[in-house]
T-cell receptor, first 113, second 113 residues
Framework: KAGVTQTPRYLIKTRGQQVTLSCSPISGHRSVSWYQQTPGQGLQFLFEYFSETQRNKGNFPGRFSGRQFSNSRSEMNVSTLELGDSALYLC????????????FGPGTRLTVL | SQQGEEDPQALSIQEGENATMNCSYKTSINNLQWYRQNSGRGLVHLILIRSNEREKHSGRLRVTLDTSKKSSSLLITASRAADTASYFCAPIGRGGANSKLTFGKGITLSVRP
């Protein structure tokens, strides 16, 4: 089975722009979660999508949004980028989410200048 | 959701030695998971131990769980340079589908050749 893939792997944007990141889960997995990792804050949960519905949400401003398509692929969007949004964005998939083992993608490294 | 607190924050050992990492949490759990992250990459699931299990093995990994003390330990035996990574524990609560992985700061393990 192919693993979780994320595109792009690296991205450079400037303040005020918006960005869309993509995540393709493992085939058959219906849950996709997104995480932000920074040196200062560590790994923080953004949100989880299951069967095209947002099921869980972390404590991030409304500039961070996401969606999931019928094939379980997910996108995450950040609008009006700030310098502090520079981070490694990780997505993880699992069959049903919740307490299941999560399979992580390699991440997208976003740099905001 | 709850976050695990890993201890120590950093650990440096010689190749061939054993590495013991600890995790504490606050409320009752469904299971507890350990993950590894190599520098700048996605997390890799190592092992899941359920609340009714006390010990679990996987290759050179041994995980124990003490629900009375709300703590878990990850032991890596006969460590190798390739074990150099950050290690995270994720205690999963009993929220069913609403449960989610929440990570602490992790433990940075350095294995010297």
């Amino acid at each position: 089975k192919a693993g979780v893939t994320q595109t792009p792997r690296y991205l450079i944007k400037t303040r005020g722009q918006q960005v869309t990141l993509s995540c393709s889960p493992i085939s058959g997995h219906r849950s996709v979660s997104w995480y932000q990792q920074t040196p200062g804050q560590g790994l923080q949960f953004l949100f989880e999508y299951f069967s095209e519905t947002q099921r869980n949400k972390g404590n991030f401003p409304g500039r961070f949004s996401g969606r999931q398509f019928s094939n379980s692929r997910s996108e995450m969007n950040v609008s009006t980028l700030e310098l502090g949004d520079s981070a490694l964005y990780l997505c993880a998939s699992s069959y049903a989410g919740g307490s299941d083992e999560q399979f992580f993608g390699p991440g997208t490294r976003l740099t905001v200048l | 959701s709850q976050q695990g607190e890993e201890d120590p924050q950093a650990l440096s050992i010689q190749e061939g030695e054993n590495a013991t990492m600890n995790c504490s949490y606050k409320t009752s759990i469904n299971n507890l998971q350990w993950y590894r992250q190599n520098s700048g990459r996605g997390l890799v699931h190592l092992i899941l131990i359920r609340s009714n299990e006390r010990e679990k093995h996987s290759g050179r990994l041994r995980v124990t769980l003490d629900t009375s003390k709300k703590s878990s330990s990850l032991l890596i035996t006969a460590s190798r340079a390739a074990d150099t990574a950050s290690y995270f524990c994720a205690p999963i609560g009993r929220g069913g589908a609403n449960s989610k992985l929440t990570f602490g700061k992790g433990i940075t393990l350095s294995v010297r050749p």
